[in-house]
C-alpha cells in the first residue's frame, strides 16, 4: 500500500516550481494561445467546444485527490485538518469540473492546450492529495492555528471572488454569441482579470492553510501562468475598446 515519499513530494514540489518559472518566460511576452489569443486562422479540427474541453482538462484535478482519499486503507481518521484540507481543494475543482463548464459560452479550446492543461491536472491533483493524505502531520488544534484560519478566509474570499467574475464574463454574451465585450462590475471595476485575481487570492489562501511546499509551489504556478495572461488581457482591451476604463489596472486593485 502507498506511503509517504518526502523525497517524491519535494521532487515533484520543485518541478512544479522550475515549470512556474518556464511558464513566465514564456508567457510574460507572448499569450498562452486560447480565448481571446488564439491566433485567427487556427483550423477548427482541432479544437473542442469550450464546455468539453474544460470538463474534461479539470476532471483529474477534482478525481485524482478525490479517489486518493476514498481510496485510502485504512482510512485516516486523524488529524482533521488533512481531509479538511483535501476537501477544500475538491471543492474548487468540482466547481471547476462539474458546474463552470456547463455555464461556459467560452469559444472552442484548441487540442494540443487541452492535452497540456489535462496533464497539468493529473500532476497537480496527484501532489496535492498525496501530499495531504500520506504525508501531512498537523497537530489536534491546527483548525484553530492562524495560519488555517487565515488561509481559509482567504480561500473562501478568493473563491468568491472566482466564482463572481466567472459569471459576470459569462452574461456578457447570449448563447452562441463569440464577441468580446467591456467586463463591467464587481472586481472588474478595479481590473481586468478580476477572475484571475480571485484565483491567486484563493490558492495562496489555501498555501498558507496547509502550510505546504506542494501548495506554495502550486499557487506559485498560478500566479505564473494567469498573472501574465491578466496583463496581456488588459492590454487587449486597450487597444480593442478607446473607451476602456482609464483607472482599470490589470491584476492588483489600484498597484499593477
Ligand atoms: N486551466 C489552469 N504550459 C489552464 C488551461 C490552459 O485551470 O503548456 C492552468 C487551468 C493550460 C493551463 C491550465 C496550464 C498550462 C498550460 C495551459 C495551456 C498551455 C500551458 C498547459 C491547466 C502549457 C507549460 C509550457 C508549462 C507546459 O471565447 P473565450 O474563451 O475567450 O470566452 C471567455 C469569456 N470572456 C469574455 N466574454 C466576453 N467578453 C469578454 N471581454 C470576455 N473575456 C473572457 O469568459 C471564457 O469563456 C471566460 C473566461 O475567459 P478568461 O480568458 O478570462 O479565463 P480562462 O483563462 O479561460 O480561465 C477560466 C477560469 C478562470 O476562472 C481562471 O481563474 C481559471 O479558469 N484558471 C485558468 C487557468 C489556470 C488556472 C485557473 C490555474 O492555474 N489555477
Redo the contacts with the bound molecule.
Keep these: 500500500s502507498m506511503q509517504c515519499f518526502p523525497g517524491l513530494v519535494l521532487a515533484l514540489s520543485s518541478l512544479l516550481g522550475a515549470?512556474?518559472l518556464?511558464?513566465l518566460s514564456?508567457?510574460l511576452r507572448v499569450p498562452?494561445?486560447?480565448?481571446?489569443?488564439?491566433e485567427r486562422l487556427c483550423r477548427p479540427r482541432g479544437r473542442l467546444p469550450?464546455r468539453c474541453a474544460?470538463f474534461l482538462?479539470?476532471l483529474p484535478?477534482f478525481l485524482v485527490p478525490a479517489l486518493l482519499l476514498a481510496l485510502r486503507s485504512p482510512p485516516r481518521l486523524e488529524p482533521l485538518g488533512c481531509r479538511l484540507l483535501c476537501c477544500l481543494f475538491c471543492w474548487h475543482y468540482f466547481y471547476?469540473t462539474f458546474i463552470?463548464p456547463f455555464f461556459?459560452?467560452?469559444?472552442p479550446?484548441?487540442l494540443?492546450?487541452?492535452?497540456?492543461?489535462?496533464?497539468?491536472?493529473i500532476y497537480n491533483g496527484f501532489l496535492q492529495g498525496y501530499y495531504l493524505i500520506y504525508c501531512a502531520e498537523y497537530p489536534n488544534d491546527w483548525c484553530t492555528d492562524i495560519r488555517f484560519t487565515s488561509g481559509l478566509l482567504l480561500f473562501l474570499l478568493g473563491m468568491g471572488i472566482?466564482?463572481h467574475?466567472?459569471l459576470l464574463?459569462?452574461q456578457?454574451?447570449k448563447p452562441g454569441?463569440?464577441?468580446?465585450?467591456?467586463?463591467q462590475g464587481g472586481l472588474f471595476t478595479y481590473v481586468s482579470?478580476a477572475?484571475?485575481f480571485?484565483?491567486?487570492v484563493?490558492?495562496f489562501g489555501f498555501a498558507i492553510a496547509t502550510w505546504s511546499l506542494p501548495a506554495f509551489a502550486?499557487a506559485f504556478?498560478?500566479l505564473c501562468?494567469?498573472g501574465p495572461?491578466a496583463y496581456h488581457?488588459h492590454r487587449y482591451?486597450i487597444k480593442t475598446f478607446t473607451d476602456y476604463p482609464k483607472s482599470r489596472k490589470a491584476l492588483i486593485p489600484f498597484v499593477f
Design positions: 515549470l512556474a518556464l511558464q514564456l508567457y498562452s494561445r486560447y480565448g481571446k489569443h488564439e469550450a474544460w482538462q479539470e484535478s471547476r463552470y461556459t459560452r467560452g469559444r479550446f484548441p494540443q492546450l487541452l492535452f497540456f492543461g489535462m496533464l497539468f491536472c472566482n466564482i467574475s466567472d464574463l459569462r456578457l454574451r454569441e463569440v464577441t468580446y465585450k467591456i467586463p482579470g477572475n484571475y480571485g484565483e491567486i484563493e490558492w502550486f504556478f498560478t501562468c494567469i495572461r488581457h482591451y
